[in-house]
């Protein structure tokens, strides 16, 4: 594949995190790239570098060398606004622990994205929400506060409010993590599935080697550096 | 939209944050609403009595004044010595000529003075002498019989005040044993009629000054043209006797100094506890204040016992016994044993000593339609007196208990002028002449410091101490002189003259200050020598209290807002740090950091608008409330801040719209840091795990 194909790619990237006095490498130059459609795991072990990579190429942190460029654009260049912007309407964000917003309902929850967009009509609005309501099986929750839902029932509304936006890359750490390992597959599935039909790219963190199987591709990390991609 | 959905929800949704910060911004909103209703409601109420008991919208005194005018008194409750100004009648023509917004102007002086209305037995000795003239036999045997026995009262009472005589330089008070051995003497009482004339003058001068029963009377009054000053004041009202005839000279008592100064001292306790029962719903025997004044009572029962002449005696004796079931039939005994009251009886007492004793005793220290020597200090230090005759009592309506609203006694300008050393010319040889023969002595300089240094003269007990010395001693034989008082002045003549200060009033109540403006230069241009002030300034001490009032809110006020800022960013606070992983996320999936700060603003903002909202709609009602029944006033001083017994707070609808803006910019301020740091938290705090 040619080096501009890919939607984000990485190129000798490490990060350092200082922790007091002491430098911490978590990654020691890693280079690699994703194009649009995949469906990638990072595996490793715990403390290889899976969260940081994640991100950084969620652009929610910055490298401390190398290059990360999503969508064609050098994140290293962009200001804070920017960075948000690119975040909000490129990437749509899967949490370990769901995130939602406990004061909202589900339909207000995967809706929030878009209010943030502003440029959407409220009926192309309530459509989208509906469609991935619908799509993530929470139809009949639509009031549901977030303590209201079960732990798979919530990342299932962090899935809609994530592909809501209808980004062109999804980021996932560790999605299943709190649940039990069959939600875990389930969320799983359907992430594929979604894949599958709305062609969405996908990119998680894992270590559960049942889902790694799943996988299309793997990366995997070893302390900071990629072993095998 | 989001975000004040987003508010709303987090108000709704955090009920702690939610009813602390609602509680303090309630508590906030009323006491300020309501806070600044009150001290409105006083101020005003203030100014109502300041301008309706004495001051008039604006005040003039002379510009070479050496102090400025308190008109109800200074820091010690002194007379200021403001000077005079010479001519009221070019004054006042200049200023109504050059300025058509003054409606009336009533000349004043305020000065202090002192009347000795003499004790029990000089008004038995003078009785004797009026008796005498009369030529009423009987009454003549039966006065010398009642000033045997107040002789005999004193002898009893020596022991107990032959400290007091002894700490006293007093040439009057010399070889007092003596004085006494002679006035019981059997040879004295035979020979009284004999030696009438000297028997009189010595027991005037050698035994009435051993009763000590502190008759001195001093007190402030105003002199002023009478006429002029009811009707400017449209308080005013006379309570007792009647008003000063027009044109004639004269005097009137404060009602509220008559009851209580002027009054018997054992009928003022009366008049006390009645009240007490009555009013505050106190009993005797739950009171330990009570109980005390009841024993002062039982021990002063010889001013009840003394004053009860030997005719009227006979009368009452039997009544007492009966109503008191009592054995014995001693007067003193049983005044002794009537003053001793308690919860049981007290009711059935008051009303037998209002029938039956007080009209049998002095129930005034001074009688209405009497004439009295009133002393006072004039212009050069020097004490004079003048001869007043005493009207009646006033007061000033919805004031009557005030000790500050009309706490001074009225006196007609002429006599003012009088006492004050500004009279015309033989009027000063006639005052020559009457004090000549009076005995009247002039005070010497230490006596006159004395007397003006800076004691407070509320306890008139210290005062009446230094000044008894000055007080004509032959106390009974001033009415057979020549008397200034029944003489009528023309309206020229009380306006040809000096005054001390005079109240204006205006006819535009908003103009005070121009108008202040305008005499100060028609002042200059006429050389009036005159200075205005406004009411305020012209209170003095009491002016500024309205002032101080609101200084004292605006602490109280300014103290709750702090602490409103306080909790607001305390709670705001640690809204954003339990808050920061949803925070976080927001930030993640794309919010800006300006959303996170109007996130805040807007929650604080809807938080304060509503509770500000409802505490200003419970600070309304509070004020409605109170606009209708009203505060009663605490105490008699009270009724002076409170314009009357009772003060009826407005709601003013500026104070609710500034205390609403002023909550809603503090709680804007406070959220400004909580609102920053928030916004300062990083979307990484989003991909945190929960652990
Ligand atoms: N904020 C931080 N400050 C200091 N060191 C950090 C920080 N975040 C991560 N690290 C370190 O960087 C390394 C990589 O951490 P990272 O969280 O990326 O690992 P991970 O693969 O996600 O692990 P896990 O599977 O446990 O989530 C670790 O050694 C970790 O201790
Ligand atoms: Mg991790």
């Keep these: ?229 | 939209m989001l975000l004040l959905k987003l508010a709303f929800r987090n108000i709704l949704l955090h009920k702690l944050k939610t009813s602390v910060i609602g509680a303090i911004i309630v508590i906030g909103t009323v006491l300020a609403v309501v806070g600044n209703s009150l001290v409105d409601a006083v101020s005003t109420g203030m100014q109502k009595s300041i301008v309706q008991s004495l001051a008039g919208h604006i005040q003039i005194y002379s510009s070479h004044a050496k102090e400025k005018l308190a008109l109800f008194g200074d820091t010690g409750g002194n007379v200021t010595d403001i000077g005079h100004v010479r001519d009221f009648r070019r004054v006042k023509e200049t200023l109504m000529r050059e300025i058509p917004d003054i409606q009336s102007m009533i000349p004043m002086g305020t000065n202090f003075a002192f009347i000795n209305p003499g004790n029990v037995l000089d008004s038995k000795l003078e009785e004797y002498r009026k008796n005498e003239k009369e030529k009423s036999a009987t009454e003549l045997v039966s006065t010398k019989e009642h000033i045997r026995n107040i002789i005999l009262d004193i002898q009893e009472g020596l022991p107990r005040i032959a400290v007091m005589i002894a700490a006293e330089d007093d040439p009057t008070l010399k070889n007092s044993a003596e004085n006494m051995k002679r006035a019981t003497s059997e040879t004295f009482w035979s020979q009284f009629e004999a030696k009438r004339e000297e028997s009189l003058e010595f027991l005037a001068n050698r035994i009435a000054p051993l009763i000590f029963d502190d008759n001195q009377l001093f007190f402030s009054f105003v002199g002023t043209s009478p006429k002029r000053f009811s009707e400017a004041f449209s308080n005013f009202e006379i309570v007792k006797g009647e008003m000063i005839p027009d044109g004639r000279r004269g005097f009137l008592f404060s009602d509220y100094f008559y009851e209580n100064t002027v009054k018997h001292r054992v009928a003022r306790v009366f008049d006390e506890i009645q009240e007490r029962l009555t009013k505050h719903h106190e009993t005797i025997a739950a009171e330990k204040a009570l109980q005390d004044k009841i024993k002062t009572n039982v021990a002063s029962a010889a001013e009840v016992y003394s004053q009860i002449d030997p005719a009227a005696s006979r009368i009452i004796v039997p009544k007492l016994k009966s109503f008191l079931k009592s054995e014995s039939g001693d007067l003193r005994e049983l005044v002794r044993f009537f003053l001793n009251v308690s919860d049981a009886n007290f009711f059935e007492r008051f009303n037998f000593f209002y029938a039956e004793i007080a009209p049998r005793i002095r129930l005034y220290k001074m009688g209405l339609g009497e004439v009295f020597p009133l002393s006072a200090f004039a212009k050069s230090g020097f004490s004079t007196a003048v001869n007043v005759k005493v009207y009646g009592t006033y007061h000033f309506k919805s004031f009557e208990s005030s000790p500050i609203a009309g706490n001074f006694c009225l006196l007609d300008l002429i006599s003012f002028r009088e006492l004050y050393g500004f009279q015309s010319d033989d009027r000063v040889k006639e005052s020559q002449s009457l004090e000549k023969e009076m005995g009247l002595v002039d005070f010497d300089r230490s006596g006159v410091d004395a007397l003006f240094s800076k004691k407070d003269l509320t306890k008139p007990g210290v005062a009446a101490k230094s000044a008894k010395i000055a007080v004509p001693q032959s106390f009974g034989s001033f009415k057979e002189k020549q008397t200034s008082y029944q003489q009528v002045y023309s309206d020229s003549e009380m306006e040809n003259g000096v005054f001390l200060n005079t109240a204006i009033f205006i006819k535009d109540v908003g103009k005070v200050s121009q108008v202040i403006a305008k005499i100060n230069e028609v002042s200059k241009k006429e050389k009036l020598e005159i200075q205005a002030i406004d009411y305020n300034e012209a209170a003095g001490l009491v002016g500024q209290l309205s002032f101080v009032v609101r200084a004292i809110l605006f602490v109280c006020v300014a103290i709750i807002f702090a602490v409103a800022t306080f909790i607001i960013m305390n709670s705001m606070l640690m809204a954003a740090l339990e808050r920061t992983k949803e925070i976080g996320t927001m930030r993640a999936i794309g919010a800006q950091r300006r959303f996170i700060l109007l996130l805040f603003l807007n929650e604080a903002s809807v938080l304060s608008f509503i509770f500000s909202i409802l505490g200003s709609a419970i600070a309304v009602l509070i004020l409605f409330w109170l606009g209708r029944v009203g505060i009663p006033a605490g105490g008699d001083v009270a009724t002076f801040f409170f314009s009357g017994p009772r003060l009826y707070p407005a709601v003013h609808w500026i104070h609710v719209f500034v205390v609403l803006l002023a909550m809603t910019f503090i709680s804007i301020v406070s959220t400004q840091y909580p609102a920053w740091r928030a916004m300062r938290i990083s979307p990484i705090e989003a991909m945190r795990s929960a652990k």
Excluded: W
């Design chain 1, 1 to 229: 594949m040619n080096k501009s194909d890919y939607f984000i790619q990485l190129n000798q990237v490490t990060k350092d995190y200082q922790l007091g006095k002491v430098i911490v490498p978590a990654l020691k130059g890693v280079s690699l790239g994703i194009g649009l459609g995949e469906f990638t795991v990072i595996a490793g072990p715990s403390g290889s570098g899976k969260t940081t990579l994640l991100n950084l190429i969620g652009c929610v942190d910055t490298a401390t060398s190398g290059q990360v460029i999503v969508a064609e654009k050098d994140t290293a260049r962009l200001t804070e606004v920017e960075l948000t912007d690119l975040r909000l309407h490129t990437i749509g964000f899967i949490f370990q622990s769901f995130n939602l917003i406990s004061v909202l309902n589900v339909v207000d929850n995967v809706e929030f994205p878009l209010l943030l967009q502003k440029k959407i009509s409220k009926a192309e609005r309530k459509e989208r929400v509906l469609h991935f309501v619908e799509k993530v099986g929470l139809q009949g929750h639509l009031n549901h506060r977030p303590n209201e839902l079960s732990g798979g029932q919530r990342q299932r509304v962090a899935i809609a409010r994530a592909l809501v936006t209808q980004p062109k890359i999804v980021l996932a750490d560790e999605p299943t993590a709190n649940l039990d390992s069959k939600t875990g597959q389930t969320i799983i599935d359907l992430m594929k599935h979604i894949n599958e039909t709305e062609k969405t790219t996908f990119l998680f963190s894992t270590h559960d080697h049942h889902i790694i199987q799943h996988a299309r591709r793997v990366i995997e990390l070893q302390d900071g550096l990629i072993t095998k991609s």
